[in-house]
């Protein structure tokens, strides 16, 4: 029963409707209430299963394959969320009831120790569907405070309080989806999301410029100072290309904001460049990347070169006239670290671009949208997203 419920937890909270979210405050009382060591491994890998089952479908997607690589993948990555929560699961003592007195002190102890493992690095690379993500919706607006209240509501969903902490949170739930809005566009800011599938960024001849200038200039309207293009809209970064956009530019007060691959003998770096009439810079370097089908560091372990850099810790925000926002690339709106990461330096804004071609048939982008969309109402942000299909 415990392992079902904790299927239907991650299946319902990471649907890609973002007020489903705090259905994964669930998760912490399931975990606690197994028996056994091997139902809290159990109860973890179904929770993450569930909340991750577009991954099978989605790497089918990318490498053109059949299912068993992504099923691979999909049950590879679930290892290291079950084996994290497993290993520190505590049998209560006998006659001990759920979270009773020392027993409910240390289990409390123990998830949040996972839940910061699988928050940060080098677990937290494969932290998707962390519980926290839904402080945005039941706190909305609180920001810090916000997120220690959650952090604090999950700990003790593993006493034997757990119940009386659920209806209180289910009251702040429904409060929030009664008056719930979305987060307002940055002024003078709009995302393009365009269509071309997996053809994105891979045509670099100046007629394929020359058209995304185009619908550049046509998205935008008076008040637009700002576009915002895809991950890789724009292919490899070339000077040839910069100076192509600066002139396509001229006479428009835009600044658009694209993305793009920066590459040299080593491998690559995965960027978000910021281009106007007087100017073409590297923004934004990706902190990161996709592990496994971009991010692959045991090619330069065994000296071979490529794949994309992961710049953890750096550039938590970049100034764009003199607004600092907080970048985050596809990969990175699924993960804990790079929006914490981001949100200690005080953005203005989120920018969230994102290549989702790969994904038809899931709902990873729609997970995507509202893992941003979450943060960004926790902390009061407005937000810009960028995507293509």
Known sequence: MLIAVSVACGWTAWSGHVLTLPVAVLFPALWAMSPSRLTALLVSAGYF??????????????????????????TSASLTFAGVHAVLWKARPEGKSPGEGRTGLAMAARYLAAAVLMGLPPFGITGWAHPLTAAGVLFPGWGWCGLVAMTAGLAIMTSRCWPAVAIVLGGFWLWSAATWTSPNLPEGWKGVDLEQGSSLGRDGSLDYHRDLIATVRAAASEKTRFIVLPESALGFWTPTVARFWSQGLRGSELTVIAGADVIDPGGYDNVMVAISADEARILYRQRMPVPVSMWQPWRAWTGQGGGARANFFGNPVVQ??????????????????PVLHSMLHSPSAIVAPGNGWWTAGTSIVAIQNASVVAWAKLFGLPVVTAFNK
């Open 49 to 74: 299963l569930a909340a991750s089952r577009g991954l099978p479908q989605g790497v089918a997607n990318f490498y053109a394959a059949d299912l068993w690589p992504g099923l691979l993948l999909w």
């Open 320 to 337: 764009s006239d003199g607004q600092k926002l907080a970048v985050l690339i596809c990969y990175e709106q699924l993960l804990l670290w």
